[in-house]
């Protein structure tokens, strides 16, 4: 309800929440759970009978895999090296990851019953040296395609904020389901200075933050930890991005178009409505000898949107222009990343702690201020020294405009909520998760509990 246009999709956590809603309220067809569950058990199944194929040689799997069969569970992709395929392209400066992650997930208390439901991402992302391709040094290309299928609990329970972040992106229904997410070049002037351009996938440049999340892939599934929503990132946008680290400090400088570019040509009238411009300086840090960071970030966009203040008793959903608008929205952002133990006989093993605040203008920007923080380590259980496991708690505020215009047409909360997961690995290119939540929803009246089970593949 914050921007211009209402027909388009928003970057809002909230956009299309009654679609979303109806949508997910809808109870599983007779067959769905056996299906999730075959599907799991398959995968499983199948990469069994891969080790198995291998234990026997390249006689009994029918190829000439040149990995040693014993060396299956410390293999990076289920299919290695691929006859030394890989090898060859990464020679010519292109190099392939992709995954097939399935999700099976169920609602155990709040409210409505939508029935559990399973579904899944298919990812795949290349990437390009090229200068290997005759181009200047450090020219490089990424593209990334998505594909989602089968069903999610998104918005069930009265959530507004996703619970399952890699089903939320691109979409489920229609032509939705799928996306080139990414697609941008980026100059390496130095190894310390680079420039990036062209449409990029946020939640996948947020993955690398430690502790946090892994485009729900792996880790957190909830999006407040994956790449906490602010009401004024896209999750795909198009724009440049320009960092420069030095030993003191990294910088980070952000232009970009503030309209959503999920399921769009982002060339196709750019920048019409305004443009953003964000600003990020993260500080190393280390306290007893344990490595970790601190950053400030600080936001000004002149995307236009509705001043909640003049709702007045519009439904939602109301043309645009109906009521007033506001021009101008700032967004402020501190987190922190800290390690606080590694193992000395062991350095993958490790614990760290995560936090985040943020605070922005609350009109016409939907999320007013929010708070995150959590634990999350590696290796902790005996016997499993590269099991992943992490708690999170995140309370969300909503704009008190926002709430107030509202009623009695809808009854909007803050939302809040705790997260646990435990991640076994299976080997380096696989992995089952298990996953809790516990929310307390902005739509809803009940607490919602979901439970969840993840199997990540990589090939």
């Not at 290349?126 to 990424?142: A, N, P, V």
């Not at 999170?392 to 009854?411: E, I, M, R």
Request: hydrophobic share 35%; aromatic share 12%.
């Amino acid at each position: 309800m914050d921007d211009k246009d209402k027909h388009s999709r928003t970057n809002s956590p909230m956009r299309n929440v009654a679609r979303r809603r109806c949508r997910n309220a809808s109870v599983s067809a007779p067959g769905r759970m056996p299906y999730g569950l075959a599907t799991v058990v398959l995968s499983l199944v199948v990469i069994a009978t891969s080790t198995a194929a291998q234990d026997l040689g390249p006689a009994a799997s029918g190829t000439n895999a040149t990995v040693p069969a014993a060396e299956w569970r410390g293999l990076d992709t289920l299919s290695g090296d691929s006859g030394d395929a890989w090898t060859r392209l990464s020679a010519m400066g292109f190099t392939f990851k992709s995954k097939i992650t399935q999700f099976y997930q169920g609602q155990a208390a709040g409210d409505g019953d939508p029935g559990p439901k399973y579904g899944g991402k298919a990812d795949l992302m290349m990437r390009s040296d090229l200068s290997k391709l005759g181009f200047w040094d450090g020219l490089s290309l990424t593209v990334k395609g998505e594909l989602n299928f089968g069903q999610s609990l998104n918005a069930s329970g009265g959530t507004l904020i996703p619970i399952n972040t890699a089903l939320y992106l691109p979409g489920e229904d229609g032509a939705d389901y799928s996306d080139i997410s990414s697609f941008f070049f980026t100059q390496q002037f130095s190894k310390n200075v680079s420039l990036t351009f062209g449409k990029m996938n946020m939640i996948d440049l947020a993955a690398p933050k430690p502790y946090m999340g892994d485009s729900g892939i792996k880790g957190f599934w909830n999006l407040t930890f994956v790449a906490p929503p602010s009401s004024v990132v896209p999750p795909y946008l198009f724009g440049a991005i320009l960092g420069v680290k030095t030993e003191a400090a990294n910088y980070t400088l952000m232009v970009y178009d503030p309209n959503d570019a999920t399921n769009k040509n982002p060339l196709e009238d750019p920048f019409s409505d305004g443009v953003t411009i964000r600003g990020t300086i993260e500080f190393p840090v280390t306290l007893g000898g344990l490595p970790g960071h601190q950053s400030f970030t600080a936001l000004y966009s002149t995307n236009p949107g509705t001043d909640f203040e003049t709702i007045g008793s519009f439904v939602p959903g109301f043309p645009p222009g109906t009521p007033g608008l506001k021009d101008e929205r700032y967004y402020f952002n501190y987190a922190f990343d800290q390690q606080i133990f590694q193992s000395a006989s062991n350095p993958e093993q490790v614990l760290g702690l995560f936090g985040q605040f943020s605070l922005s203008d609350g009109n016409p920007t939907t999320i007013y201020w929010s708070a995150l923080g959590g634990v999350s380590g590696t290796g902790f259980v005996p016997g499993r020294p590269a099991d992943d496991l992490g708690l999170g708690v995140f309370y969300t505020a909503l704009s008190s405009s926002l709430k107030d215009a509202l009623p009695p047409v809808v009854n909007l909360n803050d939302e809040w909520g705790v997260e646990a997961y435990y991640d076994f690995a299976l080997s380096p290119s696989a992995s089952l998760g298990l996953d809790l939540q516990v929310i307390e929803p902005g739509l809803g009246d009940s607490t919602a509990v979901f439970v969840g089970m993840r199997l990540v593949s990589s090939f």
